[in-house]
């Protein structure tokens, strides 16, 4: 039956061949850490696709869509378990991966033209980030860096930060062992930390890893769910001391639900495409279709 359904076979196929390969192989990545059937209950259900609008703070029964205040008790729910985890005031899980956690975010609080000061991939960064903050405008500093320590030059943080007057530091290991010092890592009052911590979550929330939440004031720690945190693809926000945080979580949802929005229209869009082919081919003759694109 199955088998009948356009794609279907062509998926099964794919997906067999990426399973045997699966089994012979350890992966060393966090990234391809296994999810267990019990990490992946929640997928299983009607929560998994459904969103409030407004966020917490603006939430209203009334004007979202129906069963919203159940999904309102799961994000307390949520708020509550990262608490206890990660020592938070405030979390979001809305976003759908670490780098739409970090898109989301300096889409929320930064404007074009701010300084942000990052941690380049040369220095074991994450290579996207400067590229997301490229294309949102953001005038970008890098991160001194101590080649010979291999860990960032604390000193130099600090007073590039203050001389040139930098409101956000976006630190994003990826490719690098050693966690910072945060006992060293001083920044100015008005600097703002994006801890992305989307390799180590899992090592923070066992407290095998300094929290920097409770280390650094002005602190958003963030990441995607699916690595040392072996949970379901996802992305997770959160704050403890940050100056407005309402504002943030505001805007924040104000993005999500717009992405969410885009990447539906976008699916629909593909979907109509795809009938229009379909039904053009359809007029013409079966003969016109790519042999290599197998229609059963
Ligand atoms: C520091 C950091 N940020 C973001 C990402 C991307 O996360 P995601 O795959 O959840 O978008 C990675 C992935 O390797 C990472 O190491």
């Not at 307390?76 to 979390?91: E, M, R, S, T, V």
């Not at 809305?94 to 942000?116: E, F, H, Q, V």
């Not at 929290?211 to 379901?232: R, Y």
């Amino acid at each position: 039956m199955l088998n009948k359904i356009e794609g279907y076979a062509a998926f099964k196929d794919i997906e067999d061949r990426f399973n045997i390969i699966k089994k012979k192989t350890l992966p060393l990545c966090a990234a391809e850490n296994l999810i267990s059937p019990f990490v992946k209950l929640p997928l299983n259900g009607d929560f998994q696709e459904r969103y409030i609008m407004n966020g917490v703070l603006d939430y209203e029964t009334d004007n979202n869509f129906i069963g919203s205040n159940f999904l309102f008790e799961i994000y307390g729910l949520i708020n509550k378990q990262c608490a206890k985890l990660f020592d938070c005031n405030y979390a979001d899980a809305r976003t759908l991966t670490g780098m739409n956690c970090i898109t989301s975010l300096l889409m929320s609080i930064t404007k074009a033209g701010d300084k942000i000061m990052v941690s380049d991939s040369e220095c074991g960064g994450h290579q996207s980030m400067k590229v997301v903050c490229k294309r949102l405008g953001l005038q970008i500093i890098d991160m001194p860096y101590d080649y010979n320590h291999f860990d960032m030059d604390y000193e130099n943080v600090y007073s590039v930060l203050k001389k040139d007057d930098i409101n956000f530091f976006l630190y994003a290991p990826s490719d690098i062992i050693n966690p910072p010092d945060f006992d060293k890592l001083k920044l100015p009052s008005n600097t703002v930390l994006l801890y992305d911590a989307s390799q180590t979550l899992g090592l923070i929330a066992g407290k095998q890893l300094d929290n920097p939440l409770n280390k650094i004031d002005n602190c958003i720690l963030f990441g995607g769910t699916h690595k040392t945190l072996p949970g379901p693809a996802n992305g997770l926000i959160m704050t403890k001391t940050m100056n407005g945080p309402n504002l943030l979580i505001k805007q924040l949802a104000l993005y999500t639900f717009v992405i969410r929005k885009c990447i539906k229209l976008l699916v629909y869009y593909t979907h109509y495409l795809r009938w229009r082919l379909l039904e053009s081919r359809t007029q013409k003759k079966q003969s016109i279709m790519p042999r290599d694109f197998p229609m059963n």
